[in-house]
Structure formats: structure tokens, C-alpha cells
């Protein structure tokens, strides 16, 4: 059986939501607020907030 390479790029699971693009803003805002408080002002639970936080300590 011959496979065709696809051309486009269609990339699967979850879509990027719009968190990701705010996830720095969210971040420094933990620097002078706490976890509850960053969570009521931007609207994004506090375990996404930790996920996030962790992914830019492994990345340094």
C-alpha cells in the first residue's frame, strides 16, 4: 500500500484556547496576587495556573 504524505498542516487534539496567549500576563500577575485571586480576575483554575508554571521551570 502506498501512503501519500499529507501536504497540510492539520495538527490533532485539543485546539490552542486563548489562555495560552494570556498565560504570561497570568503568570506574572501570581508574582503580587494569589492563586484564588489571579483565577477570579482572569477566569483560568488554579491547577492550569500551576501546569503553567511548572512548563516555564522545566524550560529554563
Not at 504524505?5 to 504570561?24: D, F, L, M, V, W
Not at 500576563?25 to 488554579?46: A, D, N
Request: glycine share 4%.
Amino acid at each position: 500500500m502506498n501512503q501519500r504524505k499529507s501536504h497540510c498542516k492539520i495538527r490533532e487534539g485539543r485546539p490552542i484556547n486563548q489562555y495560552q496567549a494570556t498565560s504570561g500576563k497570568c503568570l506574572q500577575s501570581l508574582e503580587t496576587h494569589t492563586y484564588m485571586q489571579v483565577e477570579e480576575m482572569k477566569g483560568v483554575i488554579k491547577r492550569t495556573l500551576i501546569r503553567r508554571k511548572n512548563e516555564r521551570k522545566w524550560k529554563k
